[in-house]
């Protein structure tokens, strides 16, 4: 499996965490860059999102593709 795939994997998961109820995942990508790939995801909760549930998100995101070599 590929970053972006391990990515795609992660961002699914997230929707359907109940420890996520109510966010929104308005938008996401992976780009392969020559040394990186960048990795973006926008979510959206009603009366906003909070800097903690982002850093939830980040911290779940980041667990599941720390096992990769690739830089992102």
């Known amino acids: 499996m590929t970053l972006p795939q391990a990515f795609e994997r992660a961002i ?31 979510i959206d909760r009603e009366g906003g999102v909070d800097l903690a549930t982002c850093e939830r998100i980040a911290g779940q995101i980041n667990k599941q593709l720390d096992a990769y070599e690739e830089k992102y």
Do not use: K, M, Y
């Open 12 to 42: 699914d998961e997230i929707a359907r965490d109940s420890r996520f109820a109510g966010v929104e995942i308005v938008q996401h990508a992976a780009r392969r860059g020559r040394h990186s790939t960048t990795l973006s995801i926008t």
